[in-house]
């Protein structure tokens, strides 16, 4: 269904459409840009992430090869075989019939079979319960303890207080 390759500055044209409101915006973002989400914005962020030499933002493509979502790798360390996954982004059309969790498999196998990786990590807010649902569809699960990811566990968007659960999926467990 979905392919991935490294991303283009041509792919950053396209990724604010795929933004609807500015909570979901605040859901994708965390806080690292500024609402609304520009093209000037992700290109500016890619070239900061093409710096390190542990990071790298892919482009999801549709079938017919047209960017249709996003991704970041980074934090990879070869030798703990752990990387984290971020800024997943997929076009609105793509969202809720069980896209999300195909792109979450083709993620796992990249990862574990071309990376050669064995733990998968991400964060994500527990009032955005579409993205918790589907990692938990696709193995993830919560971790206590783990390093964190953002410095507080709470943060502040839109006048509310959003908590962030960190998850991991690791190969061979369900």
């Known amino acids: 269904m979905f392919k991935l390759r490294p991303f283009k500055n041509s792919d950053a044209a396209c990724m604010p459409s795929w933004i609807i409101d500015e909570r979901e915006f605040y859901f994708w973002s965390a806080g690292k840009f500024t609402y609304p989400l ?13 710096d390190e030499q542990t ?5 999801v493509l549709a079938e017919n090869g047209s960017p249709t979502g996003h991704i970041l790798l980074r934090r990879a360390d070869y ?20 896209c999300g969790q195909a792109l979450l498999r083709m993620i796992k196998k ?3 079979e071309i990376l050669g990786m064995q733990r998968l990590t991400l964060g994500v807010f527990t009032n955005n319960l579409q993205a918790v649902n589907c990692y938990k569809r696709e193995g993830f699960k919560a971790v206590d303890g783990m390093k964190v990811i953002f410095p507080l566990y709470n943060v ?8 962030i659960i960190e998850m991991e999926w690791l190969a061979g467990e369900r």
Do not use: K
């Open 156 to 163: 502040e968007f839109l006048g509310e207080q959003w908590e």
């Open 110 to 112: 990249y990862v574990q």
């Open 38 to 50: 520009t093209a000037d914005q992700i290109i500016a962020y890619a070239e900061v992430m093409a």
């Open 55 to 59: 990071a790298w933002p892919m482009t």
């Open 79 to 98: 030798l703990q075989r752990s990387i984290h996954l971020g800024f997943v982004l997929l076009a609105p059309q793509y969202r809720g019939n069980g």
